[in-house]
């Protein structure tokens, strides 16, 4: 009988060969997601000549950005089971090349659909080397190189928007929603320690954002138990911008009503007009009356890498806590967010709990998550709600050492570039109406066509946002829309890496498109 551990005792094992594998499929797989980004980057050539998609891919499979099906359809067309014997190879090659043909190409210029877009090469290599690595960044001892990058990123990261103490660092988070509801954790158990074991007792707490803000205050609300009433809705300017001094109203008016307020979530590029709230007045605001200011930076605070754009950021430095996702403005691989503090010493005494299966604390901070006497935390999961983390930070740290501090600032006054020239384009355009302020606060242009007045127009208006858009999509284009008082209007989300032909191409196929609608 051959012995099976390998250590040639009672006979020869059979060689590890898992190195093999790994390069015969990565391989493999990278063709087919190079061909996937060359076709992207050849179709960009095709917009800006003739202003619309190439027919179909360079295999002739797929449409450029997607063939889209109704779910019912791509089911369908899928044929997705989980077999009962593995299909090996050729059953992962196969499933690899339909996920792809049935994906929308974000690699592709038309995509200006979303908060977010492609990767960039870099990321996708970060990503591949987290993906090996496959460790829980929850404490140093089985992931103490990730746990300093990730420290030091957020460390430099916060250092930016003005927290420099000797305490200010931060944690990455599985989304900006995720940053958000942490956030709120940490200011409820900071400002009211003993609701983190007796609960809320008789108190009824408020929190306050703007009408513009994102839906994700809301939904932690009703995660924590404070209601989505709880949440009060400040007015804003006609700008987008949440009013101080209505948000000061607001704060004294739940006080005479016996309430709590705790905690106002301002927000740096909401999320449809890109409007920047006033942090200087607000933190005025929230010094006054003692509550926790979170801004929600989640689509916008990228700008700090920016000298031409930071402006909007002035007062950022008296929060006491910010959310960041690169993996929107910089392009970062999803998911890459992070929640920043000026003193990570509240993210701890906010979320520590014991768990000697886990924490094994004996103060020696090189093999311990931290020590009785020190102020330095390694075991990051101990700074968190989850346990499960993967090292998203290092996607952001690579790619920060590839660009650098510069090149993301250049990327970023790209954006803004190509988002001013599409503004321009369309206030020029008499078939166009301009929503966004010009030049835009962020990269989202929002903007109707061929905007009607009078009885129904507010409906016909959005029949017709809605019908352009998705007749956008077979030319190469998916863009999205939003409500508005005279119906949806298209809200177009530009990036890093748009190109200036292809906003071109873009308006020209709005144009075409929306003389053949016919609402």
């Given at each position: 009988?051959?012995?099976?551990?390998?250590?040639g005792?009672?006979?020869?094992a059979?060689?590890?060969?898992?190195?093999?594998?790994?390069?015969?499929?990565l391989?493999?797989?990278?063709?087919?997601?190079?061909?996937?980004?060359?076709?992207?980057?050849?179709?960009?050539?095709?917009?800006?000549?003739?202003?619309?998609?190439?027919?179909?891919?360079?295999?002739?499979?797929?449409?450029?950005?997607?063939?889209?099906?109704?779910?019912?359809?791509?089911?369908?067309?899928?044929?997705?089971?989980?077999?009962?014997?593995g299909?090996?190879?050729?059953?992962?090659?196969?499933?690899?090349?339909?996920?792809?043909?049935?994906?929308?190409?974000?690699w592709?210029?038309?995509?200006?659909?979303k908060?977010y877009?492609?990767?960039?090469?870099?990321?996708?290599?970060?990503?591949?080397?987290?993906a090996?690595?496959n460790?829980?960044?929850?404490?140093?001892q089985?992931?103490?190189?990730?746990?300093?990058?990730?420290?030091?990123?957020?460390?430099?990261?916060?250092?930016?928007?003005?927290?420099?103490?000797?305490?200010?660092?931060?944690?990455?988070?599985?989304?900006?929603?995720?940053?958000?509801?942490?956030?709120?954790?940490?200011?409820?158990?900071?400002?009211?320690?003993?609701?983190?074991?007796?609960g809320?007792?008789?108190?009824?707490?408020?929190?306050?954002?703007?009408?513009?803000?994102?839906?994700?205050?809301?939904?932690?609300?009703?995660?924590?138990?404070?209601?989505?009433?709880?949440?009060?809705?400040v007015?804003?300017?006609?700008?987008?911008?949440?009013?101080?001094?209505?948000?000061?109203?607001a704060?004294?008016?739940?006080?005479?009503?016996?309430?709590?307020?705790?905690?106002?979530?301002?927000?740096?590029?909401?999320?449809?007009?890109?409007?920047?709230?006033?942090?200087?007045?607000?933190?005025?605001?929230?010094?006054?009356?003692?509550?926790?200011?979170?801004?929600?930076?989640?689509?916008?605070?990228?700008?700090?890498f920016?000298?031409?754009?930071?402006?909007?950021l002035?007062?950022?430095?008296?929060?006491?806590?910010?959310?960041?996702?690169?993996?929107?403005?910089?392009?970062?691989?999803?998911?890459?967010?992070?929640?920043?503090?000026?003193?990570?010493?509240?993210?701890?005494?906010?979320?520590?709990?014991?768990?000697?299966?886990?924490?094994?604390?004996?103060?020696?901070?090189?093999?311990?998550?931290?020590?009785?006497?020190?102020d330095?935390?390694?075991?990051?999961?101990?700074?968190?709600?989850?346990?499960?983390?993967?090292?998203d930070?290092?996607k952001?740290?690579?790619?920060?050492?590839?660009?650098?501090?510069?090149?993301?600032?250049?990327?970023?006054?790209?954006?803004?570039?190509?988002?001013?020239?599409?503004a321009?384009?369309?206030?020029?355009?008499p078939?166009?109406?301009?929503?966004?302020?010009?030049?835009?606060?962020c990269?989202?242009v929002?903007?109707?066509?061929?905007?009607?007045?009078?009885?129904?127009?507010?409906?016909?208006?959005s029949?017709?946002?809605?019908?352009?858009?998705?007749?956008?999509?077979?030319?190469?284009f998916?863009?999205?829309?939003?409500?508005?008082?005279?119906?949806?209007?298209?809200?177009?989300?530009?990036?890093?890496?748009?190109?200036?032909?292809?906003?071109?191409?873009?308006?020209?196929?709005?144009?075409?498109?929306?003389?053949?609608v016919?609402?």
């Amino acid at each position: 009988m051959t012995s099976q551990n390998g250590n040639g005792i009672a006979g020869k094992a059979e060689p590890v060969q898992r190195a093999e594998e790994a390069d015969d499929l990565l391989g493999t797989v990278k063709e087919y997601i190079v061909d996937f980004i060359r076709e992207a980057d050849v179709d960009a050539q095709h917009k800006e000549a003739y202003g619309t998609a190439s027919k179909t891919s360079a295999n002739g499979s797929r449409p450029q950005l997607l063939d889209y099906h109704s779910p019912k359809a791509l089911q369908q067309a899928l044929q997705f089971q989980l077999p009962e014997h593995g299909l090996g190879r050729g059953g992962l090659i196969s499933m690899v090349q339909q996920v792809l043909k049935h994906s929308v190409n974000t690699w592709n210029q038309g995509f200006m659909d979303k908060l977010y877009a492609s990767p960039t090469p870099v990321g996708i290599a970060a990503d591949m080397l987290l993906a090996s690595l496959n460790t829980n960044v929850h404490i140093y001892q089985v992931s103490p190189a990730l746990t300093l990058i990730e420290k030091e990123t957020c460390r430099a990261m916060a250092s930016m928007f003005g927290f420099d103490g000797p305490f200010a660092g931060g944690v990455s988070q599985s989304g900006g929603s995720a940053a958000n509801q942490t956030s709120m954790v940490i200011a409820r158990n900071n400002l009211f320690p003993e609701t983190k074991s007796d609960g809320y007792g008789g108190r009824r707490f408020v929190l306050f954002t703007s009408e513009h803000g994102h839906y994700s205050v809301e939904k932690a609300a009703q995660m924590f138990g404070f209601g989505s009433k709880a949440v009060r809705s400040v007015a804003v300017d006609s700008r987008g911008c949440m009013r101080a001094d209505a948000l000061d109203a607001a704060i004294k008016k739940a006080l005479e009503d016996g309430e709590t307020p705790f905690y106002v979530n301002a927000t740096a590029g909401t999320t449809v007009l890109g409007s920047y709230d006033p942090l200087d007045q607000i933190a005025d605001v929230c010094q006054k009356h003692n509550l926790w200011l979170h801004v929600d930076g989640s689509w916008g605070a990228s700008i700090v890498f920016s000298e031409k754009q930071r402006h909007k950021l002035k007062g950022i430095e008296r929060a006491d806590s910010i959310a960041i996702c690169p993996h929107k403005m910089m392009n970062v691989p999803l998911t890459c967010s992070v929640l920043l503090g000026k003193d990570l010493r509240q993210f701890h005494k906010a979320m520590t709990l014991p768990a000697g299966y886990l924490f094994h604390s004996n103060g020696d901070a090189d093999t311990n998550g931290h020590g009785p006497e020190s102020d330095e935390f390694y075991d990051l999961g101990d700074l968190t709600p989850q346990c499960g983390r993967r090292g998203d930070s290092l996607k952001l740290a690579l790619s920060w050492v590839y660009y650098g501090t510069q090149g993301y600032a250049a990327y970023i006054d790209h954006g803004f570039e190509m988002a001013g020239y599409l503004a321009d384009m369309i206030v020029a355009n008499p078939k166009f109406s301009l929503v966004s302020e010009n030049p835009p606060p962020c990269l989202q242009v929002c903007c109707y066509f061929d905007k009607q007045s009078g009885e129904d127009a507010e409906k016909r208006n959005s029949r017709v946002t809605a019908r352009i858009k998705d007749e956008l999509v077979p030319r190469g284009f998916m863009i999205d829309y939003a409500p508005g008082e005279e119906g949806s209007f298209f809200r177009v989300v530009v990036n890093g890496q748009t190109r200036k032909g292809t906003v071109d191409a873009l308006v020209r196929a709005i144009e075409e498109v929306g003389g053949s609608v016919g609402i």
